[in-house]
């Protein structure tokens, strides 16, 4: 099983850059962010819980987080295997990541970072905030994110440097161009 976490501040385009890998690789595409928007439109008690958090730009506590994503490592079927995008974001989450598939008999193939300028970041959001209506993604709350990531997830780069597995990839500039770099890496691993 290859299992990939893409990383990178708000705005660094993981969902876009995640979405090409998992299609290439028949890998899993596990947003957490987009699963819990799903919960949130659906008005579930985990949507409510959720929104408390997010709407203040916060991160949701893991014990959620985790158990979302233990929950799909042990149902999802047919692929070969996950791509974790904006999960986690925390060390924290990323011992209880290894954790969850070691149970399962898997572990983390590769770590793809990707960097962009904060200037750039905060463009990039106040666009998607207007061109797709996310309320999450006004000037207030981007800042409040880009603070938590700088405390809370930048320190997962250690974590995992540590470990060997983490690979820095521009993530300004074309799409395609960008993508073509991760496809050099993950080509590496296969």
Known sequence: MLNIVIFGAPGSGKGTQGGMIAKRYNLQHVSTGELLRKEIKNATELGKTANEYISKGQLVPDT??????EELIKTT???????????????????????KLEENNMSISKVLCLDVEENELIERLLNRGKL????????ETIESRLDVYHNQTQPLI???????????????????????SIVEVMDNLL
């Open 132 to 139: 797709e209506g996310r309320a999450d993604d006004n000037r």
């Open 77 to 99: 079927t047919g692929v070969d295997g996950f791509l974790f995008d904006g999960f986690p974001r925390t060390v924290t989450q990323g011992v209880e990541l290894d954790k």
């Open 158 to 180: 250690d974590f995992y440097n540590k470990q060997g597995k983490m690979s820095v990839i521009e993530g300004s500039g074309d799409i395609n161009a960008i993508f073509q």
């Open 64 to 69: 959620i987080v985790i158990g979302m994503i």
